[in-house]
């Protein structure tokens, strides 16, 4: 038995040991980019080959994934060779070439020259293999310095090389003396036959739109200009894209391969849902992990993923802090009562870049403990504050480098002996491969959640109330609160996984019962039963089948077709759903998409409804004046993203608009009572208006409070209500919230008026809140009240085509009078920039109508906090990167909406109206009354 095959059958062991189970989350992905500029010559055979060259040579080869930011082909079958080098033997050898990569970038490559011909530009992580004290060690572009040894093919004459170096060299380098290129040659080491370590001349960046990598099987590397070049290996990672796993372990105790299409190079895009098997002290557990993403246009895959979990580890930058996304995935993962701890990531280049000592690295460390603490504490219940506080000494908190695979916990350093300085020391002479030696990532990670993260046993009796809101006492309560695998089913759907050709999964967690093949499931709401076809474990890209899989697991079904993302199954079809998973943030942007020929205008609408079944945070919906389809995301970035899949994944070649901005509706004041007439003048209607109470909002937001579906309880929503600031008398009339808009009956003894009020909640609903009267944008935080209505003693007169027009004109007019304002989405930026460039980097900020909130300094870099409209960020990543020479890192979060500046108000709302076939001005109070 092979070493994947008998890794899981001792995961199918586990899955019946709930003390042994964890399911946990990442909070972030860390990029590992190890690539070249497009002119980079490829040794490729016996020809030198721009790798641009080389990939457009398979360009026509079969596609393993592509992306906007991403292209991959697959040239397994070609069995071509390419040089490579062998560590073991200090030889150049022929290799396997197997794949190649061409990637979008956004920052800055890195060109090193050597003290010979050699010079090559590559991102900033890229690992050069280097010569120091008498052995090979890695070390990555960023952290390169002018003297270094990189091992390279050797030149046929040391003295030759250098001087036909100057020769060709650009007009600075021309001007250095010979006698400095020589000092440096001095120091040149011949490693073996033909295998030399050359210093670096000059290090300096440029820029570039893609960047190009080729996968070397056995060797992961390949030359180029005669620099060994190091490439992605199929297995450099346990935690999914996240890098926080030493490759040792990936060999030995991951029991999946994952091929190239699950390690996305960059931003991860979904959840990557992976099982291990892990040893520790003698015991072996089941680590079920879901790597979510870190770019806050998929937030919507992280709020997901938290109701399959249990515990997160929070993955915090030693340099640039707490960032948007992190407390955001903070403040969605302790609503979900998912327990956190907390990963100290770049802990080097503190060191390297900002140049601390000692004592200042510890203080770091205690300012992002402090900061994580705080927004940990504030929002949790009394009875969990101290259990889930991060305690440096009990070891819920660690730190190192994900990049140079090793970490520490204050726990660890006692039982190793390792201590602060030990750690700098290694960091600043760049002997981290030592120190991941003494201290391996995965040892001190996995140790860190085996003993602070809850097995399901243990989160469920915590977890259930809060996200559940059914009887405790009924059967399936009481089996949630055990996890007890005799139980009812209960399987909350977290992720539809989508494949054209295999169709769709549904993944998620299994909080009660136990799920068999062939089993009869409901999805709840759903009016006939299902059968689960196959019930497997998610290992990276597989699914591997099983004939049942126990409660406290996450699993994956095939044959739930109802389901969606946010589904509850059962084997009871009455039971009470789990509680909606809230998004912390709406869809901003939009563009309308249709299909390039007619004939694909039904694949087209299948397609669209996967791809919203899969992920919820697309919206769809038909623009009734034109008949396109409409898609909103949470950014720009979603958006391409999701349109590329349409083209690649479904193959259906589509036409789409430009993104535009999503924007709201509101009111400034009061308004009304203002009186809407029915077409045949035997009804009215009296409504009045204004913004609804911030708490409200809020509450709303956060799903303390249900919108969209019918009131279950009024006197515990009035109560609450209350609680939040709104007036007694409001709080009892509520008849309907629609997103952050409520209905409310404040009238008293009117005949008819409850056989009418499913036709006022409808116009409530379907027109007067989702098309506003400025620019027929949906409604937000607006407060309607019906406060009188006279109508039609005979029913025939006060129909839908009476009372719904009425309605939604009343309402209108009242908006008129208490003054309508448009609500523009507003980004969080924050940017890290070296301070030499931040004057550049605040002023493409503020060019873009953006505030500037703080500025904090780093060392020799500064950290800028800003926020600025979404309509104003499209194209930044350009522009930022091109105003700092592209060395900032930067990352946005959708922080709400605000009102337009009243002196842009007007030209916006003409250009919406424009587009949306409207007339230019918007109609008066006047207008709604005649």
């Known amino acids: 038995m092979g070493r994947k095959e008998d890794n899981i059958k001792r995961a199918e062991t586990l899955l019946h040991k709930k003390e042994f189970i964890r399911n946990i989350g990442t909070a972030a992905h860390i990029d590992h980019g190890k690539c070249v500029q497009e002119a980079t010559r490829v040794l490729f055979g016996r020809e030198w080959m721009a790798a641009k060259d080389l990939f457009q040579r398979f360009v026509d080869r079969p596609t393993v994934k592509e992306t906007r930011d991403e292209t991959v082909k697959d040239l397994r079958d070609l069995n071509l060779r390419i040089l490579a080098f062998d560590r073991e033997s200090k030889r150049f050898v022929e290799s396997r070439l197997t794949h190649a990569w061409k990637v979008r ?27 120091r004290a008498g052995d090979f060690d890695e070390v990555c572009a960023r952290d390169l310095r002018v003297g270094d040894l990189v091992v390279t093919r050797a030149p046929e004459s040391l003295g030759a090389s250098a001087s036909q170096f ?35 001349f000059e290090i300096r960046y440029e820029l570039a739109d893609f960047v190009y990598d080729f996968t070397v099987d056995p060797h992961h590397n390949f030359v180029a200009e005669g620099i060994i070049i190091h490439n992605t290996t199929l297995s450099d990672s346990l935690i999914a894209g996240a890098g ?55 937030g919507g895959d992280v709020t997901r993923a938290m109701r399959a979990i249990d515990g997160v580890i929070i993955l915090d930058d030693a340099v640039e802090g707490v960032m948007p996304q992190t407390e955001t995935v903070i403040r969605q993962a302790l609503k979900e009562r998912v327990k956190p701890v907390l990963f100290i990531n770049k802990v080097d280049r503190l060191v390297n870049e900002l140049k601390i000592t000692p004592e200042q690295m510890e203080q770091r460390f205690v300012k992002i403990i402090t900061d994580v603490n705080t927004r940990i504490l504030k929002p949790l ?29 204050v726990p660890y350093m006692k039982k190793t002996g390792i201590t602060f300085k030990d750690v700098y020391r290694h960091c600043q002479e760049g002997t981290m491969k030592e120190l991941s030696k003494k201290a391996p990532l995965h040892e001190v990670v996995l140790e860190m959640v085996i003993k602070h993260l809850p097995n399901p046993l243990q989160a469920q009796p915590i977890r259930i109330p809060v996200i559940w809101k059914g009887d405790l006492e009924s059967p399936v309560g009481k089996s949630m609160m055990k996890v007890d695998e005799n139980g009812p089913v209960a399987f909350m759907v977290t992720k539809i996984l989508v494949d054209p050709q295999a169709g769709e999964t549904a993944a998620g967690r299994l909080f009660s019962g136990k799920i068999r093949r062939g089993q009869e499931l409901w999805v709840i709401g759903m009016p006939k039963p299902q059968r689960a076809q196959i019930v497997a474990m998610i290992v990276g890209p597989e699914r591997i089948p099983v004939e049942e899989i126990d409660a406290g697991n996450v699993v994956a079904v095939v044959g739930l077709k109802d389901a969606i993302a946010g589904s509850t199954v059962s084997d009871n079809k009455e039971m009470q759903p789990f509680e909606a998973i809230v998004h912390y943030s709406d869809p901003v942007v939009t563009m309308a998409i249709e299909a390039k020929s007619t004939q694909d205008l039904p694949k087209l609408v299948d397609t669209l409804r996967s791809i919203a079944k899969a992920d919820p945070s697309i919206q769809v919906e038909i623009n009734q004046e034109t008949g396109e389809h409409l898609i909103s995301g949470m950014g720009e970035l979603h958006l391409e993203i999701t349109i590329y899949r349409i083209q690649n994944d479904y193959k259906v070649p589509v036409i789409t608009s430009p993104p535009i901005v999503v924007y709201r509706e509101g009111v400034r004041g009061k308004g009304g009572p203002f009186e809407g007439k029915s077409p045949n003048k035997h009804n009215r209607f009296y409504f009045e208006v204004e913004p609804l109470e911030q708490p409200v909002v809020d509450a709303i937001r956060a799903g303390e409070i249900t919108a969209g579906q019918r009131i279950k309880d009024s006197k515990v929503l009035a109560k609450k209500l209350e609680e939040l600031g709104m007036a007694k008398d409001e709080a009892k009339n509520v008849v309907w919230i629609e997103d952050t808009n409520i209905l409310l009956d404040a009238t008293k003894g009117i005949q008819y008026l409850h056989e009418t009020m499913e036709l006022i909640k409808q116009a409530f609903i379907e027109e007067a809140m989702r098309k506003g009267p400025l620019a027929g944008e949906k409604c937000m935080a607006v407060k309607v009240r019906l406060v009188d209505a006279k109508l039609h003693e005979d029913s025939v007169h006060r129909g839908p085509a009476q009372v719904i027009p009425a309605t939604y004109r009343s309402i209108y007019g009242a908006m008129c009078q208490a003054g309508r304002t448009l609500l523009e989405p507003l980004t969080k930026v924050f940017v890290n920039v070296p301070q030499d460039v931040m004057g550049s980097a605040i002023g493409e900020v503020q060019s873009r109508r953006g505030v500037i909130e703080d500025i904090t300094q780093e060392g020799d870099h500064a950290i800028i906090v800003a926020k600025a409209p979404v309509a104003e960020m499209f194209g930044f990543a350009t522009a930022i990167r091109s105003a700092t020479a592209g060395r900032a890192f930067w990352s946005t979060e959708n922080v709400g909406f605000q009102p337009v500046p009243a002196d842009l108000q007007p030209d916006i709302v003409r250009k919406i109206r424009e587009r949306k076939g409207l007339p230019p001005e918007p109609y008066d109070e006047s207008y709604y009354a005649a």
């Open 381 to 409: 219940p009394d009875d969990l504050k101290d259990k889930w506080a991060l305690k440096v000494a009990s070891g819920n908190v660690a730190f190192g480098s994900a990049f140079h695979k090793w970490a520490l916990s």
């Open 105 to 131: 970038t956004n920052e800055a490559l890195v060109r090193v020259t050597l003290t010979g011909l050699q010079s090559v530009a590559t991102t900033p992580e890229h690992e050069f293999l280097t010569w």
């Open 166 to 200: 100057l020769e060709t060299a650009e007009a600075p380098l021309r001007h250095s003396s010979l006698a400095r290129v020589s000092s440096l040659l001095v120091n040149a080491v011949r490693i073996a036959e033909g295998v030399v370590a050359l210093p670096v």
């Open 244 to 298: 926080m796993i030493s490759q040792d372990l990936a060999g030995t105790q991951l029991f999946m391969d994952y091929d190239e299409q699950e390690q996305a190079r960059g931003i991860t895009i979904n959840a990557a849902i992976a099982s291990m098997v892990h040893d520790h002290e003698g015991k072996e557990y089941l680590i079920n992990l879901i790597d979510t993403p870190g770019h806050v246009d998929f």
